[in-house]
Structure formats: C-alpha cells, structure tokens
C-alpha cells in the first residue's frame, strides 16, 4: 500500500506530473484564497436584508433630512446602500434620479463580480492542464522503460498510475473552483435584483415628496 504521507513518494509524483503540478498547486492557492474571500464579502454586503433597508431608508426620509439619509446609506456596507446613495443625491443636485442609480447598479455589478471570472478560468483550464501533465508523464514514464529495456507490464503500470496523479489534481482545483462559480454568479444575481428593487423603490420615494429650504424631507400628501 501507498504511503501518501511519505515525502519521497510526493515528490516522485511531482517528478512524474513535472511543472504541471506546481501550477496546479498555485492555482488551487489563489482559488481557495479568493473563495474564502468572496464568502466574507458576500456575507458581509448581505447582513442588511433588502425588506428591512427599504424601511429604514423609509423612514429616515419620512423623519430626517437629506444629509442623515446619505449618511445612513454611508454607514451601511451593502450595494443597495450605493445606488440609494445615487439616487438621493442626484435629487438633491436636481439630476437624473433613474440614470444616476442605473449607472451605480452597473459599478456594483462589476465591483461583485471581481475575481469570480478567474475562479471560471480556474475550473475550465485545471482540468486541461492535469491532462497536459498526465501525458507528459506518461511520455516521460515510457522514456524510462525503454532507457532501462527492460521491467515489464509492472513498470508500464506503475509509470501510467503515477502521472495519472496530474489528472486526479487537475479535477481536485476544477470541482470546487466551478461549484465556487456558479455559488458566486447566483449570489450576484440575487444582488442585482435587489438593488433594482431597492432603485425602484427610491425613485417611487422621491417621486413623491419634496425638500425644503434646510434639506428636510415632506411627502406630498
């Protein structure tokens, strides 16, 4: 039986899978990294729920004055905040409230998007790159046998399953980067959505009331 924890025999297979496994390696560090990275952002941007933003943006125009409002969309760490903050302002500045928040829905989109297309990447080319490292090892493990001329079917198979390693490590760093992908895109639709009621939303607010001289807030009854 294999020892996998003995490091001559690790680093027999890196020999077999050759620089293919280093970079796959590398790859699966910068993949988990960015996936433990969006995990935190995603969770953090969506601690404040659409309902309950809605409300409170709600009621601090219904009480309060434009600049408390800006500062509550200031202090809440969520897309929905920015295009809310986008379009109060454009209001104050007597701008176009829809474009304004439209174009903030576009730079939040992008920002949550950051980095997830590399996980793509990752999950569509690992897999290739393990192939890539199994037929040059198998390439590498038939130069053995015939520079030795002799050791049988034993040394064919031993060669084969050794480089094979390449292919079990590019499916390793490919599976988890895909299901870490699709997770993401879903999340940021989620995201999206919100942020397109939340800019609807606003604008119904605003439609319907006006500011006075000292920047409060009066509904139009």
């Known amino acids: 039986m294999v020892n996998l924890f003995n490091i001559e025999k690790v680093a027999d297979l890196f020999h077999i899978g050759g620089a293919t496994l280093y970079i796959l390696v590398i790859i699966s560090i910068a993949s988990i990294a960015i996936i433990l990275y969006k995990l935190l952002e995603f969770g953090i941007k969506s601690s404040m729920r659409r309902a309950k933003f809605i409300a409170n943006i709600t009621k601090i125009m219904k009480l309060e004055k434009i600049d408390s409002v800006v500062?509550?969309?200031?202090?809440?760490?969520?897309?929905?905040?920015?295009?809310?903050?986008?379009?109060?302002?454009?209001?104050?500045?007597?701008?176009?409230?829809?474009?304004?928040?439209?174009?903030?829905?576009?730079?939040?989109?992008?920002?949550?998007?950051?980095?997830?297309?590399?996980?793509?990447?990752?999950?569509?080319?690992?897999?290739?790159?393990?192939?890539?490292?199994?037929?040059?090892?198998?390439?590498?493990?038939?130069?053995?046998?015939?520079?030795?001329?002799?050791g049988g079917i034993s040394v064919v198979i031993g060669g084969v399953s050794e480089a094979l390693i390449a292919t079990a490590t590019g499916l390793a760093v490919a599976i988890p980067a895909v299901i870490a992908y699709n997770f993401f895109i879903k999340i940021i639709d989620k995201f999206v959505v919100d942020m397109e009621y939340c800019a609807s939303a606003v604008e119904s607010l605003l439609g319907n009331k006006k500011t006075d001289k000292y920047g409060g807030f009066h509904f139009n009854e």
């Open 71 to 150: 500062a509550f969309c200031d202090r809440t760490n969520s897309p929905m905040s920015a295009v809310a903050k986008a379009g109060i302002t454009a209001y104050r500045n007597k701008g176009n409230i829809a474009e304004a928040m439209d174009r903030e829905i576009m730079i939040e989109t992008v920002k949550l998007e950051r980095f997830t297309t590399v996980l793509g990447t990752v999950g569509s080319v690992s897999v290739y790159i393990g192939l890539f490292g199994t037929v040059l090892g198998i390439i590498r493990a038939f130069h053995d046998i015939s520079a030795m001329g002799s």
